[in-house]
Structure formats: structure tokens, C-alpha cells
């Protein structure tokens, strides 16, 4: 009784859309009107053969992997220094809370701002001797993808600060006490014993920030709209587009389907391995 | 390399070894002992800080200063304006309804914050406290959450359009307050675990049903956690884009996010009035933020790090 | 108030067999103690009574009616446990009132009871804190107070004062067995502290991997143990085995050395002797022993030997001044009638 509503919950979000989804994948099917016949294999046919839907799910994974590595590192690095050298990290801890909470269409905003060729960016660089022309980062086919890389960063990081400095002030103080009696070295200290006991916590709030990455949406559609030629094509957008720009309901439930089987396949084995090794301890 | 402690017997330096209690606080911070490396350190830490301040406190800022640029200014390329212009603002709320806009994101967020939580919280319970469901349910929902919300963006149309509740509030309550459920489950999670079991024994040894047991004993425990959990479901929704881009077409029913996207999608757009605008939305958020970081960072770090 | 019958229990967690055929009779008003190592079940038990777990199989009956069917909330049984389990939310006088307003009592009656209570666990000045706001010892009282208030058919507690310090506990256990002689409430009480069994019991229940060894009044368990497992488990310091080969009433030590044992015996035996029991000094009728010192530490009031016997290390409690030191060669003195034997297969041979 107590779990009707999660079950109509899971129903509404989770297996009633992937029952449909497979229906529409197999039929031809727009926005106004679905369902219009059975169609095979043809939209996925079509989705391997006349479109670009590969290629914007392999964005999609280096985007994932990319972002969340380079924010894990730098988020443990920000966390670290917070925690072994900041006696009262509150107003810092509140500041860096704020990128966070943004919405994700206004830090597109902010970031399409600062990037624009007349925007402070642009200024800068010119200063420092290194353009001759404002360019248009965005519009580069060199910078767009590392732009909305750098956007994520930004909103991202402290996600990461906040979760691996939790996870710092949970490590057990005597150890450390131990280590320093025993003279170990700062450096030491770090590799030899905060990151292999924090490795685990760490492998979750890596995981958790790769699951959102694959989601992300509303810096493409604030920044570049997927150009230039494809560079920030990441898949949700792509299938966005075909659903609701080009009202192909059929391809884009081709496409839903492809792009949920693999994000299945590179996250969910890692999901459960790390859910029994929680379970473990 | 250096250690931390002198041997008793270093030739170097006649001083024998002395235990110092202040070497137990080592384990923090490690401290050289020589006055120079110290106040290295020091700079290096305040020079780290800044840059880590900086660069996260850089795009904010920079919006505000824009916000508050002539059309001249804003497109000389300095950060902050020549001559503050603060016509924006009123221009950008004359141009666009924010006002709506901001009204129909607290609400379709508030509401929606007490539809995930009266589904999850009893969920959670009887699924970790009662084991119904055993493991499968946990999965499914741990599943349900690694899928991407475009999954559910068609058939939810679809959906919604039949049951009438397209461009609606009402809606767009009822989507986020079940997408956020899986959020909530993983957030709730170690907080109901936290409840020792034998608390539920005993009131049911006490005589209390099932349901008295969860509303007069376990409910009252979960109240800061709920806080916590409401406070982070009612930022996502409130942020969210995908799904109230897709099902919301009037200033009735639009949220900040969707209004404001295709303000700045707009041709002829005012890059101060964007500015202003984006200003505007972010304000309430930001409002959260300040007030409840406590409840915020512990709802994250207690649902993120076991 | 009750008498609980524990029949022929079973309790299965996948394939492994928590107890096994479990059998026993709780007097009504009669203090049960069920004592036994970490992992042997006395848990799972006492949580049986309460409901708590499902058994797989037997019967558990309360006045001669199967309870088995009932939940836990049915049972009409309170449960003091490890954690004292007090709702943190509520207050001292709320948390002993919780079931009462559950069961609707009128609100004198709710009053006039935990009035009562807490006069007898001297509570009277804690009714409006916080469960947080209190020490140990008075959340252990809040806590068989929540209990006594429902007059319920059995108390049940669960390892209730291995939180408190050492000297509270024995404090506690005192007050506990009072006010349980007060009420005259059936009690079964689980504890791996055979001190606090023999302290407070009427009659013990020695349980072991999932089955009860014996069952009788903390003297019975002492001077007549049915097995090895037991006459270890009962008495402190614990009792000595000394491995021997017997034929009638003689045993043979592995060094040769012969000792007269009270029964007959084939075979291998083990040669029970409590530490108590061994002398330095010899009297009348007292057998001797040789072996080797390999300790001792004096604990002021007594000293406590370790000796040497063949590889075994013998346990003697002594008073007096140091008699030996380490690697001396003694000699050790008991009444052979103090001797228990136990055969090979850890029986007890009379």
C-alpha cells in the first residue's frame, strides 16, 4: 500500500515510456499524429544509414567521461585544499554552492556572454597579443566542444568539492594521527592513504556525476545548438530535435532506445558492482 | 625529503626528541617547521583560493555587470560597465512577462516538491525498513534514475496531452514530482537507514500498527532530512528545461528557464536586458542557496557519501 | 503475567539453521536468563517471543495459547533493548506513554501509571527531557519503564546494560532483578555476561549454536554441568580440562603422573577442575599434581597462577604471598571429588 504511488511513479516515467518508445520505434509516427502504420526496421535502418545519431552518442560518452574525470580530479584537488587549509570553510563552501544551484540556462547565458566575440573573453585574449580579430568561440569548430566542456566544469566542480569534502571529514582522524607520528610526508599522506580510502566514495560520486552528464541538455541548447557541424551534437538534444524540430516520433524513439541501451551498457554494470561493494561494507 | 620528526640522535641539531602534543594535529595540516616554509604555504593556499574563487564566482558576476551595461558597453568587451545603465531591468520585465514566468516556476517546483516526497518518503520506508519489494524495487528505481529523462519526454507528451494537463502547471507539477522521485529515493536513503530498526521494533511491540509506526515514529525523525530532500527537488525542478520546454507553449504556464531561453534565442536580442533577465531568474535560487546551505550541503553529502 | 512454552522451535535464514529444536518452559513470574556466546541464537530467540522474527517451525505459547500467528503487536509483550530504542522525538513522559494512548487508556489511568513508574525508577524529575538530555543509567530506566507502564505479559531484554559502564551495570542489575521480583512479570533476559546470568536468574539457559545445553538455577549449572560447553561457560575464571586416558577410576595424565577421578570412565576423557577448587597448600584427602609455573599476576585481593600441565595451561586462584615464580616447579593440590569428567564426546560422564 505504502508503495502504490512509487510503483504508478516508476509506471508513468519508466515502463509505460519504454513500452511506448518501442512501439513508436517500429511504427511511423509524428507529433500530430502516431502510429500511422508499422513500419519494421526502417527507423532504425534509417537512424544507422541517413543520420548522424552515432556519432552524436559518441559525443555523448566523451563528453561524459571526459567532464566527469576532469571534474573529479579538480573537485578532490578544491576539496583537499579546503580541508587540510581553511579552518572555517562556511562562506567559501556557500560560495561555491552558488554555480550549482544556477539554472543550467542561465549559466549557458552567462557562458555565451563571455564567450561571445564581443565579450570579455574576446577582450582579453586580444590584449594579451594572442588574436588579431575577436573570434567566435562558440561558432569554432577548435572551441565549441571544450566551451561547453568548460560550462559544465564550472556548474559541475562543486557538486564534486561539496560530496569528496563530505567524504574527507568522514576518513577516521586517528589514522592520520598514526601516519604523522610515523613521519609520514604530506604527499605521502595524500596518495598512500586519503585517496585509497576515499577510492570507493569516490567511484560513486563519479558515477553519479557521469549518469547526469549523459543527460545534459540545456547548455547545447542555450550555447550552440549542436554546431558548429555536429561538434556538440550530444544525444538528447539530437533526439529533442527530431521529436519535437523535425516531429519524426518514429526516428527519435529509434533513437531514445539506441541511446538508452548504451548508456545502460557502460553505466549500469559499474552501477551495481559499486551498489554490492557498498553493500559489502 | 624531510620528516616531521627529529630523531632523538641527529648529529645536525644537538635538541633530543620531545614528544609535542601539537604534533597530533599534524594529521590535518602539515606544518614545516621552518618559519619560511610556512608562510609559503600560506601564499600559495590564498593565491589557490582566489584563482578557485574567481573562476567560480566569474560567469555570475560577469551576468550582473552585463546586466547593468548600455548597448554600448556591452559590446566594448570590458567586464564591468563603463556608466551603470539600470534601465535594463525594468526593460527586461517590460519585454518579457518574468513575472509570470517566476510565479509559474515556484509553483509547478513547490508543489511538485510535496508530490516527491509524499510518494517517496513512505516508499523509501516500506522498501529499506519493511523489505517489500526486497531488492528489485531499489534496482528498478536506481535503474529508472541512470535513464536519461528523454526517455520519458514523448510518451509523457503523449501522455499528457491525452489526460488534457499539456501547458498546464498542474502538469508540470505532476512530472516533476515524480520525475524527482528516484532524486529523492537516493537522497532519503541513508537518512531512513539511520533510523535504528529497533526504534520501529519497539513501537510495534508497543502496540503501534504499521502506518502509526512510520507517521508517529519515523516521519517525525525524517522531518530534516525531508527538508533537505524538498529544498533539493525543488532546485531541480525549478532548473529544469527539457520536459517544460516541451509541454509548456504560454507565459500561463511557463517556467523562468523556458521563458527566458527563448528570450535569448530571440534575433534582435539586448544583451543587457538578456542579462537583466537571467539576473532576475537566478535570484531565487540564489536566495535558497544562502539561507539553507546547511540543509542543501547535508542533503547532498548524506545522500552522495554513505 | 505468564507462563511461555518454547516448543520444539526452529528458525531457518536460508540454510542456516539459527536454532534448532528449541525447546523451553518459562514459569510464570520466574526470571529466565538465556545466556550464550556472540552468534548462538539467544537473540534470535528472545526475538521469536516478541514476534519479531518469524519462526520456521514449533510452537511458541503464552498461557497455553499458540501465539505463533500473532504480530508482534498483538502479543501484549514489552522489550527492553540494546540501544535502549527510545523514540528521540518524544519525551521521557511521552515515550512511556506512547502505547498507552495507542491502546486508548484513559487519560488518569495514563497518568496514574507513569506516576508510578516513575517514582519506583526515580524519574519523576526527567518526565519532560529528551531522550538526549539523559545519561546511560536513565535511559536504561526510561527505557524498562516504557515496559513496566503496559503491565504487559512478559518482559523480554535484550542484552539491556552492555552500554553502561561497569559499574552502573552491576547497579542495574540489581535494580532490574528488584523490580522484577516487585512486579512478579514473567522475564527473559539474553546476556553473553555469565556473571550477570548467575547474578541475576532464577533458572539460566545455556544456548549454543542454536540448541539449549541446559537449562536450571544458576547453583545446578555450576556444581552439576551436563557437558563441557557449560561447565566452560559457567563460573569464573572458567573451569580447567586436563586431557587424560582413563580405565575405572584411574587417569592417566599424558606425563604419567595418575589422578583418582570420582567416576568410572574408559578411553579418552577430559578432566574438569575449577580453578577455586585447586590449592597450594595440601589438606586431608587432597590429590597433588605436578607442573611448572609459566605465570602470574597479583591482583591485590587474590593472586591468579597460570601452571603448566603438558602443554595445558591451568588457571589457580590463590590468596597470600607469591609462592612460585616462572619455570618453578609446583605442586598443586584438589579434592578428587571436586573432579568433573567429561567424555570424548564432551559429555558428561557420571
Not at chain 1, 527519435?252 to 545502460?264: H, K
Not at chain 2, 532546485?235 to 509541454?247: G, V
Request: glycine share 6%; hydrophobic share 50%; proline share 5%.
Amino acid at each position: 500500500m505504502m508503495l502504490l504511488p512509487v510503483l504508478a511513479g516508476l509506471g508513468a516515467f519508466f515502463i509505460y515510456p519504454f513500452v511506448y518508445l518501442i512501439g513508436l520505434s517500429f511504427s511511423k509516427s509524428t507529433l500530430a499524429n502516431t502510429f500511422q502504420k508499422w513500419v519494421g526496421w526502417d527507423n532504425f535502418d534509417w537512424m544507422f544509414t541517413g543520420t548522424n545519431f552515432t556519432s552524436s552518442i559518441a559525443t555523448t560518452v566523451i563528453f561524459a567521461i571526459t567532464v566527469s574525470i576532469v571534474q573529479l580530479i579538480l573537485g578532490l584537488l578544491i576539496a583537499y585544499l579546503l580541508y587540510t587549509s581553511v579552518k572555517n570553510g562556511r562562506v567559501l563552501r556557500a560560495l561555491i554552492l552558488l554555480p550549482l544551484m544556477t539554472p543550467p540556462v542561465m549559466v549557458g547565458i552567462a557562458w555565451k556572454l563571455l564567450l561571445s566575440p564581443t565579450g570579455w573573453i574576446n577582450s582579453l585574449l586580444s590584449q594579451a597579443g594572442l588574436i588579431e580579430q575577436p573570434i567566435s568561440i562558440l561558432g569554432d569548430q577548435r572551441f565549441a566542444f571544450p566551451s561547453i566542456m568548460l560550462a559544465d566544469t564550472w556548474q559541475w566542480t562543486p557538486f564534486i568539492v561539496i560530496l569528496s569534502y563530505a567524504a574527507l571529514q568522514s576518513l577516521p582522524e586517528d589514522v592520520f594521527e598514526a601516519a604523522a607520528l610515523d613521519g609520514a610526508h604530506a604527499r605521502t599522506t595524500f596518495f598512500k592513504l586519503t585517496l585509497p580510502m576515499l577510492a570507493p566514495a569516490l567511484l560513486s560520486i563519479l558515477l553519479i556525476r557521469m549518469i547526469m552528464a549523459f543527460k545534459t541538455f540545456d547548455l547545447v541548447f542555450v550555447l550552440t545548438q549542436g554546431g558548429p557541424g555536429g561538434q556538440t551534437d550530444v544525444s538528447t538534444y539530437t533526439i529533442w530535435r527530431t521529436a519535437l524540430q523535425e516531429f519524426d516520433l518514429g526516428l527519435a524513439g529509434a533513437q531514445t532506445l539506441l541511446f538508452a541501451i548504451v548508456i545502460s551498457l557502460v553505466t549500469l554494470p559499474i552501477v551495481f558492482l559499486n551498489n554490492k561493494a557498498e553493500a559489502r561494507l | 625529503m624531510r620528516t616531521t620528526i627529529q630523531q632523538p640522535n641527529s648529529p645536525q641539531n644537538g635538541e633530543t626528541f620531545q614528544f609535542k602534543p601539537e604534533l597530533l594535529t599534524l594529521s590535518r595540516t602539515w606544518k614545516p617547521k621552518a618559519e619560511e616554509g610556512r608562510l609559503r604555504k600560506m601564499i600559495f593556499v590564498w593565491i589557490a583560493l582566489a584563482v578557485i574563487v574567481i573562476f567560480f564566482m566569474l560567469p555570475i558576476a560577469y551576468l550582473f555587470s552585463t546586466s547593468f551595461k548600455s548597448p554600448v558597453d556591452v559590446v566594448d568587451g570590458s567586464f564591468f560597465p563603463n556608466a551603470v545603465e539600470a534601465e535594463n531591468w525594468p526593460r527586461a520585465f517590460a519585454q518579457v512577462p518574468l513575472w509570470s514566468f517566476m510565479r509559474n516556476s515556484i509553483l509547478a517546483a513547490a508543489f511538485s516538491v510535496f508530490v516527491t516526497l509524499g510518494v517517496a518518503v513512505m516508499a523509501t520506508y516500506a522498501m529499506l525498513k519493511l523489505e517489500v519489494g526486497k531488492s528489485f524495487l531499489p534496482d528498478m528505481i536506481l535503474a529508472s534514475y541512470v535513464a536519461p529523462p528523454i526517455i520519458a519526454l514523448i510518451p509523457m507528451f503523449v501522455l499528457m496531452q491525452k489526460l488534457g494537463l499539456l501547458n498546464s502547471i498542474a502538469g508540470m507539477v505532476l512530472i516533476y514530482g515524480l520525475m524527482n522521485v528516484p532524486v529523492a529515493f537516493w537522497l532519503m536513503r541513508s537518512f531512513v537507514l539511520q533510523v535504528p530498526k529497533a526504534l520501529d521494533e519497539a513501537a510495534w511491540l508497543d502496540g503501534a500498527s504499521y502506518f502509526k509506526t512510520f507517521f508517529r515514529v519515523t516521519l517525525p525523525l525524517l522531518y530534516p532530512a525531508m527538508i533537505a530532500t524538498g529544498l533539493i527537488c525543488f532546485i531541480l525542478s525549478f532548473n529544469e528545461l527539457l520536459f517544460a520546454q516541451a509541454m509548456t507553449f504560454d507565459s500561463d504556464s511557463r517556467t523562468l528557464p523556458v521563458g527566458i531561453s527563448l528570450f535569448q534565442g530571440e534575433r534582435r536580442v539586448n544583451f543587457g536586458q538578456m542579462a537583466a533577465a537571467s539576473s532576475a531568474g537566478i535570484i531565487p535560487v540564489y536566495f535558497i542557496a544562502l539561507f539553507c546551505q546547511k540543509w542543501l550541503i547535508g542533503g547532498l553529502t548524506q545522500g552522495g557519501v554513505k | 503475567m505468564a507462563k511461555i512454552d518454547i516448543i520444539n522451535v526452529q528458525k531457518y535464514y536460508g540454510s542456516y539453521h539459527a536454532l534448532r529444536e528449541v525447546s523451553l518452559s518459562i514459569k510464570e513470574g520466574e526470571f529466565m536468563v538465556l545466556v550464550g556466546p556472540s552468534g548462538c541464537g539467544k537473540s534470535t530467540l528472545l526475538r521469536s517471543i516478541a514476534g519479531l522474527e518469524d519462526i520456521s517451525g514449533g510452537v511458541i505459547a503464552a498461557n497455553d495459547q499458540p501465539v505463533n500467528d500473532l504480530s508482534p503487536q498483538e502479543r501484549n509483550i514489552a522489550m527492553v533493548f540494546q540501544n535502549y530504542a527510545l523514540y528521540p522525538h518524544l519525551t521521557v513522559r511521552e515515550n512511556l506513554a506512547f502505547s498507552l494512548k495507542i491502546h486508548k487508556f484513559e487519560k488518569s489511568e495514563i497518568d496514574r501509571r507513569i506516576k508510578l513508574a516513575a517514582d519506583m525508577l526515580g524519574l519523576t524529575d526527567y518526565l519532560s527531557r529528551r531522550p538526549k538530555a539523559l545519561s546511560g543509567g536513565q535511559r536504561q530506566r526510561v527505557a524498562m519503564g516504557r515496559a513496566m507502564v503496559r503491565e504487559p505479559t512478559a518482559f523480554l531484554f535484550d542484552e539491556p546494560l552492555s552500554n553502561l559502564d561497569a559499574r552502573l551495570r552491576v547497579e542495574m542489575r540489581t535494580e532490574i532483578r528488584n523490580l522484577q521480583r516487585k512486579l512478579r512479570t514473567t522475564a527473559v533476559y539474553v546476556t553473553h555476561d555469565q556473571v550477570e546470568a548467575m547474578t541475576m536468574g532464577d533458572r539460566i539457559a545455556v544456548v549454543n549454536k542454536g540448541g539449549i545445553e541446559q537449562v536450571g538455577t544458576p547453583l545446578e549449572l555450576y556444581r552439576d554441568p551436563n557437558n563441557m560447553f557449560v561447565a566452560g561457560f559457567i563460573g569464573s575464571p572458567p573451569m580447567n580440562f586436563i586431557s587424560a586416558r582413563a580405565d575405572g577410576h584411574q587417569a592417566v595424565l599424558e606425563d604419567g603422573q595418575v589422578v583418582t577421578i570420582p567416576v568410572k570412565a574408559h578411553g579418552d576423557i577430559s578432566i574438569g577442575l575449577r580453578p577455586e577448587h585447586i590449592f597450594l597448600d595440601k589438606l586431608e584427602h587432597h590429590h597433588t599434581l605436578k607442573c611448572k609455573e609459566s605465570r602470574h599476576f597479583d591482583l591485590g585481593s587474590s593472586l591468579q597462577y597460570f601452571f603448566d600441565l603438558n602443554g595445558t595451561e591451568i588457571e589457580v586462584s590463590a590468596s597470600g604471598d607469591v609462592r612460585s615464580h616462572s619455570g618453578v616447579e609446583i605442586q598443586i593440590h584438589f579434592d578428587p571429588n571436586d573432579l568433573l569428567v567429561f567424555g570424548a564426546d564432551t559429555k558428561r560422564i557420571r
